[in-house]
């Protein structure tokens, strides 16, 4: 992998990690246009430069995050779902990541409720504070984003809508509890293969996670802004669309590998 190909790759991450379309799908086009070999160290550097878009939330809600902490007890409470059942389904998670066909028939499927869930799950007029049961019930939402293809943002948003939350509310608690569950996520997966970093990957790694971060910070903003104003349905087109490009590429036989 190339610095421009590392590039490109932290730039796709930080455009879609938290837009509801699935940094995943993304990722195997990308990865299958440019021709990225799917080494360890790959497969480890689209994981850790999500520590770069961690950060932009962080950054742009430092207020929230220096709240009391009855804030972090129900980001807790909505992150313990993802920690229990991503470890005891540890191997069945491995194995759908490597089936594409999966990726883009839950890209198709996800965007068919994207189009509809705002008539679904109607918008609420005001901000309230969120109950630990319901933080619960979102957690549990973001578990269904195990299935590659799902989309951890927008499994997350619709189990707040459910919530009876607003639009804006249910994004923004998406990108806090994005914080403690990409942190688990990419941390496991460095402690696993940091032996594999060489010298010169560290640069590699670090411009990655800065690429990520200022796109990340960029596309954060976009979307609360375009989501309060228009709601899902772009992205859910958006979603069939891509699910319909993979489809036809694997028909075709296109090898596509997720990275």
């Not at 992998?1 to 879609?16: N, R, S």
């Not at 459910?162 to 923004?172: H, I, N, P, V, Y």
């Amino acid at each position: 992998m190339t610095i421009w190909q590392a590039i490109i790759l932290a730039v796709i991450e930080g455009v879609t990690e938290f837009l509801p379309i699935s940094s995943t799908g993304h990722m195997i086009i990308a990865s299958s246009v440019m021709g990225i070999s799917h080494s360890e160290f790959v497969k480890m550097y689209t994981v850790n430069i999500q520590f770069g878009a961690i950060l932009s939330v962080i950054v742009l809600y430092t207020r929230r995050f220096l709240q009391t902490t009855d804030f972090y007890y129900k980001l807790f409470v909505a992150f313990l779902p993802a920690a229990v059942i991503g470890f005891l389904l540890n191997d069945y998670i491995d194995a759908l990541l490597e089936n594409v066909v999966v990726v883009a028939i839950m890209l198709l499927l996800g965007g068919i409720v994207l189009v509809f869930i705002d008539k679904i799950a109607q918008d609420h007029p005001k901000d309230r504070e969120i109950t630990y049961p319901e933080a619960l019930k979102i957690g549990f939402f973001q578990c269904i984003a195990m299935i590659p293809g799902v989309s951890r943002s927008a499994a997350t948003i619709i189990g707040g809508m459910f919530q009876g939350l607003t639009r804006k509310q249910s994004a923004e608690f998406s990108f806090f509890l994005a914080v403690p569950t990409m942190a688990a996520a990419a941390g496991y997966k460095f402690l696993k293969t940091y032996e594999i970093i060489r010298a010169e990957d560290i640069k590699i790694l670090l411009l990655g996670n800065l690429v990520a971060f200022i796109v990340a910070m960029g596309a954060i903003k976009f979307f609360i802004n375009f989501l309060t104003k228009y709601g899902f349905k772009v992205f859910g087109y958006y979603r069939i669309v891509l699910g319909i490009i993979l489809l036809v590429l694997i028909a075709m036989g296109y090898e596509l590998d997720i990275v």
